[in-house]
């Protein structure tokens, strides 16, 4: 059916098994209403039970969300996972190429993830370590390296595919990291 085990669906739910928030949701046939493993409301009885991977699965099939524990605010949805979704979407966008063209820059990026610059730079520093423009530039470096070694393709070629804007900028940051 969707892939879950009710039997340990269901003995994550009367132990209000916090390791399961977010991983599965228990609907209840009887009231049609679906909650989350730590509800704090009476466990159901096993048969009027139904378990599904996410909320929204289970509000396709007719049930509708628990007051007491909110679905909604499970801890697999964005709000909970904080600022590292930002970061997340912004590492996508960059492996698209969006500091790769010309006009790409880390203001533009900000924008297209709706905070301010300075906010990204903040972000990217607290969890990678890193700048956005070092990020971009070190994946630009090993993508290039690859190419190196799996291709034919001249120095020149090599330069352009991987994302530098010209050979000699590509020279000098290969230079300097090898």
Sequence with gaps: MN?????????????????FDGRFFTAVRTTRIYCRPVCPA?????????????????????FRPCLRCRPETSPTLAPWRGTSVTVSRALALIADGLLDADDGNVEALADRLGVGDRQLRRLFQQHLGASPVAVAQTRRVLFARQLLHETHLSMAEVALASGFGSVRRFNAVFQALY
């Design 3 to 19: 892939g879950l085990d009710p039997a340990a669906c269901y003995r994550a739910l009367t132990t209000r098994d916090a390791r």
């Design 42 to 62: 009476r466990a159901p009885r096993f048969e009027n039970c139904a378990f599904y991977p996410s909320a929204a699965a289970a509000q396709e099939a007719g």
